[in-house]
T-cell receptor, first 111, second 113 residues
């Protein structure tokens, strides 16, 4: 079955550590996206990528970095520069003109 | 930037009743999409309505779009406990780089048995 896989489901880190969230899709979609969701709130765009080796900052990119070395993969690194990293992170993909397909998210807790 | 704004923020109804959620947006759009999110999960696409459509149906879902008022509504008829979830509207927007999607804050729907 085609879909998007995010791993791990839960992630715990100490403050000051970088952490990388995985996102893999086998839908052959060109575009991939990372969103952050805080409790009871909507989604805010962190980064998005339309093609391999290219990506664009979203509304809240500070403290985050991404790479797109393969079409299927779009990992997100939460760096120690991110002031408030505890959140629910959602990865999504789409074809041009089509709706988003989402993974089931990674809940990151930084203490 | 938040474009879509849903209201109400939270809605609690009894099973069998209808639930109506509204979404407003700010810029011109090609289409508007509604998504559902169960607690702790990813979003699932429900329905897409194009800017030249006024109403669309899918099962128990009915979506309307009023481009003159920049608003949309999602109606769930004969609600079930399994409809309990958060519902979001999203609008695609295009910049020099490509297309991204802007989501509203969502409506949390609770359907009580």
């Amino acid at each position: 079955d085609g879909g998007i896989t995010q791993s791990p489901k839960y992630l715990f880190r100490k403050e000051g550590q970088n952490v990388t969230l995985s996102c893999e899709q086998n839908l052959n979609h060109d575009a991939m996206y990372w969103y952050r969701q805080d409790p009871g709130q909507g989604l805010r765009l962190i980064y998005y990528s339309q093609i391999v080796n290219d990506f664009q900052k979203g509304d809240i990119a500070e403290g985050y970095s991404v790479s797109r070395e393969k079409k299927e993969s779009f990992p997100l690194t939460v760096t120690s520069a991110q002031k408030n990293p505890t959140a629910f992170y959602l990865c999504a993909s789409s074809m041009e003109g089509s709706p988003l397909h989402f993974g089931n998210g990674t809940r990151l807790t930084v203490t | 930037s938040q474009q879509g704004e849903e209201d109400p923020q939270a809605l609690s109804i009894q099973e069998g009743e209808n639930a109506t959620m509204n979404c407003s947006y700010k810029t011109s759009i090609n289409n508007l999409q509604w998504y559902r999110q169960n607690s702790g999960r990813g979003l699932v696409h429900l329905i897409l309505i194009r800017s030249n459509e006024r109403e669309k149906h899918s099962g128990r879902l009915r979506v309307t779009l009023d481009t003159s008022k920049k608003s949309s509504s999602l109606l769930i008829t004969a609600s079930r406990a399994a409809d309990t979830a958060s519902y979001f509207c999203a609008t695609p927007q295009r910049d020099n780089y490509g297309q991204n999607f802007v989501f509203g804050p969502g409506t949390r729907l609770s359907v009580l048995p």
